[in-house]
């Protein structure tokens, strides 16, 4: 179904508007119209995209996983890829996905049932990783192997 969804009824969508559009406000109006949005969204794109690698880069730095710029760079690339497509339905969600504010709405909205399943799986993986006497003690240390040269196995292994 999604697929019907993308290769079917998103491109009737797409013309009924341009035709719609353009009759309202005439072809050429169109066509500039689609460019300019075009143009807008990769000036976006570009600026959001380098913030994105900014803030991922301190996280780096910092020794945490930057989840939360690594999903804001797929909602950039998917915006940018959908201002790029000709069509003002597409531009719309090219440009949900290019706002910070919206961005972080459909973020939210897409990836809350991710987090919490994977929220709960986090909590079961732990609760089987501690020791049967409920100790969570680390022990370190250092160890070296001594060899025997008299030893046959020694010699074996060497």
Sequence with gaps: MPLLIIFVIL??????????????????PTIGLVLLTAMIGLALLRRQGARALVRANKRMNQGEIPIQEMVEGIFLAVGGALLLTPGFFTDALGFA????????????????PVIMQTAS?????????????????????????????????????R
Excluded: N
């Design 11 to 28: 491109p009737i969508l797409e013309m009924w508007l341009l035709i719609a559009v353009g009759s309202r406000i005439g072809a050429l």
């Design 97 to 112: 996905c290019l706002i910070p504010g919206l961005r972080q709405l459909l973020i939210g909205r897409l990836l809350r």
């Design 121 to 157: 799986r986090a909590g079961t993986f732990y609760h089987y990783q501690r020791r049967p006497d409920g100790s969570e003690d680390i022990i370190e240390g250092e160890f070296y192997q001594h060899r025997d040269p008299s030893d046959p196995a020694d010699k074996r292994l």
